[in-house]
């Protein structure tokens, strides 16, 4: 069994920083790609940031430059830290991960962590 938990979020005025934080646990797994996502009320599922195996990152349009994804392959944790918030960056951000268990690749998710950005 394969779960990812995630911490950090909050509620932080607009020009603010948060840090959200996800630990992948389980046995026998290997991860491939990291990232987070996010969804606002009455909106879909959008990628906010994703990190390889290898380092290599990418970011929606609308948080680059502001937000910084990175990950810890020894410890199977990936981060996200989020400078310069603003109020559209209000949502619940998911962790999420594709991992290999059992000769099989598959998508995990967190259980969402609400950030709220507001004066």
């Known amino acids: 069994q394969v779960q990812l938990v995630e911490s950090g979020g909050g509620s932080v005025q607009p020009g603010g920083s948060l840090r959200l934080s996800c630990a992948v646990s389980g046995s026998r797994f290997s991860i491939n790609t990291m990232g987070w996502y996010r969804q606002a009320p009455g909106k879909q599922r959008e990628l906010v940031a994703g990190i390889s195996s290898g380092g290599d990152t990418n970011y929606a349009h609308s948080v680059k430059g502001r937000f910084t994804i990175s990950r810890d392959n020894a410890k199977n944790t990936v981060v996200l830290l989020m400078d310069s918030l603003k109020p559209e960056d209000t949502a619940v951000y998911y962790c999420?991960?594709?991992?290999?268990?059992?000769?099989?690749?598959?998508?995990?998710w967190g259980q969402g962590t609400q950030v709220t950005v507001s004066s």
């Open positions: 999420n991960a594709a991992i290999y268990r059992l000769n099989n690749l598959n998508t995990f």
